[in-house]
């Protein structure tokens, strides 16, 4: 069984940063990609960003030029670099593993951006 655990989240004024980070454990099959969602209040679950094994990644448009995902393969670690934090990035932020056998989510981490 494959567990995900995160870190980093807590609360920051806008324009702050902060870096979230994904560690997978347990019975790891071939990992596709790993990266970051995020569900604001009263909203759907959507994606952050996400990097494949060959380093490909993938972003939302509102997150572009402000977030960098990176990847420890060797670590199965994923980490989420935020930068010009706005109150809409408010959220929590889960992190997910894509693999053959099926995606496993981790347990969500709290950010919260004060105007």
């Known amino acids: 069984q494959v567990q995900l655990v995160e870190s980093g989240g807590g609360l920051v004024q806008a324009g702050g940063s902060l870096r979230l980070s994904c560690e997978a454990s347990?019975?790891?099959?071939?990992?596709?990609?790993m990266g970051w969602y995020r569900q604001a209040p009263g909203k759907q679950r959507e994606l952050v960003a996400l990097i494949t094994n060959g380093g490909s990644t993938d972003y939302a448009t509102s997150v572009k030029g402000r977030f960098t995902i990176s990847r420890d393969n060797a670590k199965n670690t994923v980490s989420l670099q935020m930068n010009s934090l706005q109150p809409e990035d408010t959220a929590i932020y889960y992190c997910?593993?894509?693999?053959?056998?099926?995606?496993?989510w981790g347990q969500g981490t709290q950010v919260t951006v004060s105007s």
């Open positions: 347990g019975s790891i099959f071939t990992i596709n990609a």
């Open positions: 997910i593993l894509q693999s053959v056998v099926g995606n496993v």
